[in-house]
């Protein structure tokens, strides 16, 4: 297992530094290196009053969190253009290879079989999209990392319940929340599935006090890390917060967007997200997800024991994971565009 995985990684990695050069720069790549050197420069201790400035002339650009930005900005600053968006091309993509073994572990971890694993990274790996936008996509793909390193800190979390591991939870949580707002639905679903666990267990009453004090500090540093690497929050950190998961929530969109066959412009319609992952995904994957989903559900009606619930608790932790970002998108009627 330790070969064949190592030879795994090994190989994607070395593809990355073969064919990093070969992409070209996305629409998205200049504000974000923009973002990164505004945020910056402010969060060194740069002037606030210039960057209030810069902010309202730019908008946009400060109000998306700039936590990846600042990092690649901090890595990638010297050279001409070419050389740095190259550059940041191959960060972005060896972050990637490391949300991908980030995945391996938790495939691992539910399936108690490398091999699965193994094959879920590969599956990963190989889908045409995703593994493109690896490299240009300064947004999507860094947020896809950050939750899905999210995602195994919160199955060590449930798995040990102690502090060490709920602080390590509240650091992935704030570098979630820190590339993308959308990453505060970790926060629900943690407390979900924390609670969920005692409740199965039948524990007592203290014990629910027992896991909020754990829980508290978790969210306490995610909170802390997520204002300290915004300087737009630096002031007003609630009223601030509040406008950017607004803009997030209702983004503008003037441009045209043409959804089956017609220009929707930014009227999204409930289904635009759950038709887009269907035509942009390999048609096996949506296969695999459609009876997957089906036989987990059938397993489920089937049994309502307790420990029927315990064995599968880490796959509807994922499942809700993956779940329930879409849904929120569909109640809360949010912009998207594009393919993303």
């Known amino acids: 297992p330790i070969i064949t995985v190592t030879l795994f990684f090994g190989i994607l990695v070395s593809i990355g530094f073969f064919i990093y050069k070969d992409y070209g720069i996305s629409s998205d790549e200049e504000s974000a290196y923009i973002r990164g050197q505004l945020n910056y420069e402010a969060f060194r201790g740069g002037s606030l009053q210039d960057f209030s400035s810069a902010c309202t002339k730019l908008k946009n650009v400060c109000y998306y969190p700039p936590l990846y930005s600042m990092v690649a900005y901090r890595l990638i600053h010297e050279g001409d253009s070419q050389i740095i968006y190259e550059r940041l091309h191959l960060v972005d993509f060896l972050a990637f290879a490391g949300a ?106 203290k014990d629910y006090f027992k896991g909020l004090a754990l829980l508290i500090p978790s969210i306490l540093v995610a909170a802390g890390m997520v204002y300290w690497f915004t300087p737009f929050l630096y002031g007003d950190p609630i009223t601030k917060f509040i406008q950017v998961f607004n803009l997030m929530k209702n983004y503008t969109w003037h441009d045209h967007q043409t959804y089956l066959g017609v220009d929707i412009g930014n009227k999204i319609p409930w289904h635009y997200s759950l038709v887009w992952f269907s035509v942009s995904s390999p048609p096996f994957y949506v296969g695999l997800f459609g009876l997957g989903s089906v036989v987990l559900i059938i397993r489920s009606l089937r049994s309502r024991v307790a420990e029927h619930f315990q064995s599968l608790r880490d796959m509807y932790l994922v499942a809700a994971c993956g779940i329930l970002p879409i849904v929120a998108v569909i109640v809360l009627k ?7």
Not at 150 to 164: S, W
Not at 334 to 340: H, L
């Open 100 to 205: 991908v073994f980030a995945f391996f572990l938790i495939g691992k971890k539910i399936f108690k079989n490398w091999i699965i694993a193994l094959l879920g990274c590969l599956f990963l790996v190989v889908s045409p999209r995703i593994f493109g936008h690896a490299f240009y996509n300064p947004k999507d793909l860094p947020f896809m990392d950050a939750y899905i390193v999210a995602i195994y800190t919160m199955l060590l979390f449930l798995e040990k319940k102690n502090i060490f591991t709920a602080i390590l939870h509240g650091i992935a949580i704030a570098v979630a929340c820190g590339i993308r707002t959308p990453g505060i639905v970790i926060i629900p679903i943690t407390f979900a599935f924390y609670f969920f666990d005692l409740f199965l267990a039948k524990k007592s009453w």
């Open 334 to 340: 949010s912009v998207i565009y594009s393919d993303n």
